[in-house]
């Protein structure tokens, strides 16, 4: 039996992260942010590519080859913002790829397609000068404008032709920084990005520029009929983002007191917000495939995470066929650098994704049991050899309105917890959703919850009925639906929805059928396992530690069933 070839891929920019690729297919990858508990921790590697490692039982010996990418500095192999695990060593070779390239790859590395076209839209990618640097060939393809400019340049929105092996670059726009003035709208992002004037917004409303789907889930509470003037235009086929909205909004958040008695005018502002970004993403898109035609697109890039402009790309019909990629923000950075090296640098064929976004390592009973001696906390605890038990408990349990932690195998990549470090409850049980954000998430009332829908039966209670396994697209849920899924239902009736997928997704969606043969709900309601401010818990020890201070009244890991005793 042949040697496994690894390859290795490491973002070290924000929401920094680690995937390690065995024969062209994942085979485990992690945020940093699971394993520091830092939300949207980068920089220094070295934690999670351990991970990674350790997960896989192998070490750096074993590696073909490290791509890594960082925005704005090219690192060095022994020190990044602390010393690597590269310290003392001359092997595995590594090396740099431009940032909106490594967005790229993630997509077609984990998309359906042998041949497609990639759309990249971001805050803020790689400078115009570390671009050239990485990739000399491409400079002729630039517009020679971009090197009249004296002020700092960076990727905006970019965008590929796939032919099975290679990307090849077609349209590439970069954008001056935003200056570094007190002006409410000025982030370290790029002047005419479609992410930097959300950010923008996002940092208006809520006074943090990371609060982007925070946003999103605000908009629909809000209208946009006082706000009569455009954010961007479009001049000779490149988006810009005009200065003369600005004057219309001169009262930035002063903190969540502020932001409350305020709320209606933050909700119409969010929802201005929104729309414009809507009309941008879909005008951006359309310009480059009438330039560039192709049936299937990959979208990706931190604002291929707005699940409603996604749902008006697909109704727009630009394209035929749509990839959205699970991990568009820069958390997805390592998975793109990881296909880099397995097709452009090793020249090895793409494989077969399997549609999972789950790469984390699965615990095992030793972690389990490790995680119970060393909690402060007693519970009644209760182990299940029949998987077909556990399920029909945890199905009656969500039928009769209790709330679950539900912790299976390893970890999803990426924003969403997809039904493997999920909170499960009941759709339709009216005060639920009030319940869960006041007592167990600790976050505002207005944030909403995702309904998870068996793939089958999507059409049932969702007008378009699109296949969305990674919650990244909205849709409307029917009017006759409404009330059974109150709990997931947004005030202007929309849902971001997630369709389970029983191929990768087997043990969710064996709950899910389960909690409809006793509710007649091919529903539930998912959000991530975790509470404000804290990453998505990744550990036996972090799931029993949330569930002791909230108001969770069930942990699931793996087959055993923690309850709180009376």
């Known amino acids: 039996m042949s040697k496994p070839l690894y390859v290795l891929g490491t973002g070290l920019s924000h929401n920094g992260s680690a995937v390690l690729l065995k024969d062209g297919k994942v085979c485990v990858g992690i945020e940093k942010e699971r394993l520091s508990r830092k939300k949207h921790d980068g920089g220094n590697d070295s934690l999670a590519i351990q991970y990674c490692l350790d997960a896989e039982g192998i070490t750096l010996d074993d590696l073909a080859v490290v791509v890594q990418c960082e925005n704005f500095t090219l ?12 310290e003392n060593t001359t092997l595995p070779k590594i090396i740099d790829i431009s940032h909106h390239l490594a967005h790229a790859y993630s997509a077609v590395g984990t998309s359906p397609f042998s041949e497609c076209a990639v759309m990249v839209i971001d805050g803020c990618g790689s400078p115009l000068d570390q671009f050239i640097a990485l990739h000399p060939e491409q400079k002729h393809l630039l517009d020679p404008v971009f090197f009249e400019e004296k002020q700092m340049q960076c990727e ?19 954008s001056t920084m935003s200056s570094n003035s007190t002006n409410d709208f000025r982030l370290p992002t790029t002047q005419h990005s479609i992410g930097g004037f959300y950010a923008s917004i996002s940092n208006y409303v809520f006074g943090d520029m990371d609060d982007v789907g925070k946003l999103m889930g605000l908009a629909p509470f809000g209208t946009s009929e006082d706000f009569d003037f455009e954010a961007f235009e479009f001049q000779s086929g ?9 004057k219309h909004f001169q009262k930035p958040s002063k903190g969540y007191g502020h932001f409350k008695t305020h709320f209606n005018y933050y909700a119409n502002v969010a929802k201005w917000a929104q729309e414009q970004v809507e009309k941008a993403v879909v005008l951006c898109i359309k310009n480059r495939l009438e330039q560039f035609p192709h049936l299937n697109v990959c979208y990706t890039g931190g604002v291929a995470l707005n699940a409603v402009a996604n749902a008006k790309l697909i109704a727009s019909n630009a394209a035929q066929n749509n990839y959205f990629e699970p991990a568009a923000a820069d958390n997805g950075l390592a998975l793109g650098c990881a296909f880099y090296g397995w097709l452009a640098y090793l020249k090895q064929p793409k494989m077969k994704h399997d549609g999972s976004t789950c790469f984390g390592k699965k615990y095992t009973k030793d972690d389990i049991d490790l995680a119970v001696a060393h909690s402060k906390n007693h519970y009644s605890i209760s182990h299940y050899v029949d998987e077909e038990k556990l399920i029909s408990y945890c199905a009656s349990q969500l039928y009769n309105g209790k709330t679950i932690g539900w912790f299976q195998s390893g970890a999803e990549f990426g924003p969403r917890s997809l039904g493997r470090r999920s909170i499960l409850a009941h759709p339709g049980i009216k005060g639920m959703k009030d319940h869960i954000n006041k007592n167990i998430k600790f976050r505002e009332d207005f944030r909403p919850f995702a309904p998870a829908v068996l793939q089958s039966k999507v059409h049932e209670y969702f007008e378009r009925g699109n296949d969305s396994p990674y919650m990244i697209l909205v849709d409307k849920t029917r009017e006759e639906c409404i009330e059974k899924l109150c709990n997931v239902t947004h005030c202007d009736g929309s849902a971001r929805v997630q369709t389970i997928e029983e191929s990768w997704n087997l043990l969710f969606h064996k709950l899910v ?32 530690e949330l569930f002791s201070e909230t108001a969770l009244d069930i942990l699931v890991i793996e087959n055993t069933v923690f309850e709180k005793q009376p």
Do not use: C
């Open 513 to 544: 059928t389960a909690f409809e043969s006793l509710s007649g709900i091919a529903v539930v309601l998912n959000t991530s396992l975790n509470r404000k401010g804290m990453p998505i818990v990744e550990t036996p020890s972090e799931a029993l």
């Open 156 to 174: 905006k929105d970019s965008f590929y032709y796939f032919d099975g092996q290679n990307l090849i670059p077609l349209y590439k726009d970069f």
């Open 75 to 86: 690192p060095d192999r022994t020190h990044f913002k602390g010393k690597r695990l590269f």
């Open 238 to 246: 490149r988006l810009f983002v005009k200065d003369t909205w600005q």
